[in-house]
């Protein structure tokens, strides 16, 4: 299976659904993308990733910690 944003082939399963076997959720190891196995995935070229642009992205800034 690919990922669907960066077309990479290290998707792996996440969870299962806890019941029946009704859904998956994978995750992509190279850009941390998730979906679940009932969405219709339709990734918008603007959004779709490389190796260029994972290494050239900014860092998500930390969260302050809290006054108090």
């Known amino acids: 299976m690919k990922c669907p944003r ?3 082939e290290e998707v ?3 969870v299962k659904s806890p ?3 009704v859904w998956e959720v994978y995750v992509c ?5 998730s979906w679940r196995s ?6 918008l070229p603007q959004f ?3 190796d260029q642009k994972i290494a050239t992205m900014q860092m ?3 969260i302050p910690p809290l006054k108090g």
């Open 6 to 8: 960066c077309d990479k």
């Open 12 to 14: 792996r399963v996440m």
């Open 19 to 21: 019941v029946g076997d």
């Open 29 to 33: 190891d190279n850009c941390f993308f």
């Open 38 to 43: 009932t969405e219709t995935i339709n990734v």
């Open 48 to 50: 779709k990733l490389n």
């Open 60 to 62: 998500i800034p930390p």
